[in-house]
């Protein structure tokens, strides 16, 4: 297995200046259309289907490691966009018609995290795993995996994947892990899926929820019920828990790097938080583009207890992006992490 050498993301070195585009606005949500993300790289993206009545819609990324994803985001995200001179512009009527979608959709929801529901949700995860526990004492984790030589390769350990995902089937939950995982590390923010963890999350008492209402009717239809999804993340946290001690690790050393093109927020009510073991990841976000005015970079040691899913024992945090990635449930009171 050879080291991740070169740039950490691809990018195109000869990609038009911002002059050339226009503006993201809902007009602009017309099937075929093309433009690009703003973010550092300006991905390149195309406009799929457009769907008012979840206030949604899809793009398909069209460059990059992630060639090919398809991206379902809020009608508002069009912002986040700029669309070619030559793009096809919705008439009226149906301009109205994504406008009254955004009203409807574009509603905040606040779910507390209750202090009972915590402690009842701690007292799960202590019991599975203890599961967890003499699963592995049957079976074995074997040697303790070499954690910075995965940093340096940024590529986690094919036993322990094996490992977890036949806990995971033993558990009937490693469908789901994989769907949440693939999901989170393309972007968390297309379709509901990791929206509805987040909501379960809050009503097992770990994290608050604060963001926008459900769109999807089916979110919480098997195999996503609430109860599935709350048995998954309690496998995945007494998981967590139980291999990194193992390990000898109570914290965990972790970077995130950050560049925007406003100023900073100094807010934060994500429910799960993506971070990297791997410093020139977090140098890789911070390093930003022509149009980043604000750029930072954060060191934390992170205690394990926080930690749902990491890439040295998942198989999904090492397909597309090499990024070292451990995925955090979130905290509220921790302004960095």
């Not at 291999?243 to 995130?256: E, F, I, M, N, P």
Request: a negative charge.
């Amino acid at each position: 297995m050879s080291d991740a050498t070169g740039p950490v993301y691809e990018s195109d070195p000869d990609a038009a200046p911002d002059r050339d585009f226009a503006p993201g606005e809902l007009a602009w949500l017309v099937v075929g259309n093309r433009g690009r993300m703003l973010d550092s790289r300006r991905t390149p993206i195309a406009i799929t289907a457009v769907a008012p009545e979840r206030g949604e819609f899809e793009l398909e990324i069209s460059a990059f490691e992630d060639r090919g994803a398809r991206w379902r985001l809020p009608l508002e995200e069009v912002e986040r966009f700029q669309f070619g001179p030559d793009a096809a512009r919705a008439d009226d009527a149906v301009l109205a018609g994504l406008s009254d979608a955004v009203a409807l959709f574009n509603q905040p929801l606040a779910i507390t995290a209750g202090a009972g529901a915590r402690a009842e949700t701690l007292r799960r995860v202590a019991a599975e795993r203890e599961r967890v526990r003499e699963w592995l004492s049957a079976h074995g984790p074997g040697e303790p995996p070499d954690l910075a030589l995965c940093v340096a390769r940024r590529r986690g350990d094919g036993g322990l994947y094996a490992l977890v995902e036949e806990y995971l089937s033993d558990r009937a939950v490693a469908e789901l892990d994989r769907a949440f995982a693939e999901s989170f590390v393309s972007n968390p923010a297309s379709g509901e899926l990791v929206k509805g963890h987040a909501i379960v999350l809050a009503e097992l008492g770990l994290c608050p929820y604060r963001g926008k209402v459900v769109r999807d009717p089916d979110l919480f239809a098997e195999p996503w019920s609430k109860d599935s999804r709350a048995t998954h993340l309690l496998i995945r946290l007494a998981l967590a828990r139980e291999l990194w001690s193992s390990w000898g690790s109570d914290a965990v050393t972790l970077y995130r790097g950050a560049a925007v093109d406003r100023e900073l927020r100094s807010d934060r009510q994500a429910s799960f938080i993506s971070a990297t073991f791997s410093k020139i990841v977090a140098e890789d976000h911070f390093a930003g583009g022509p149009a980043t005015q604000t750029a930072v970079i954060w060191r934390q040691k992170v205690p394990v207890a926080r930690l749902l899913m990491t890439f040295v024992e998942t198989a999904a945090l090492n397909g597309r992006f090499k990024e070292a990635e451990a995925l955090l449930i979130g905290d509220p009171e921790n302004r960095a992490f």
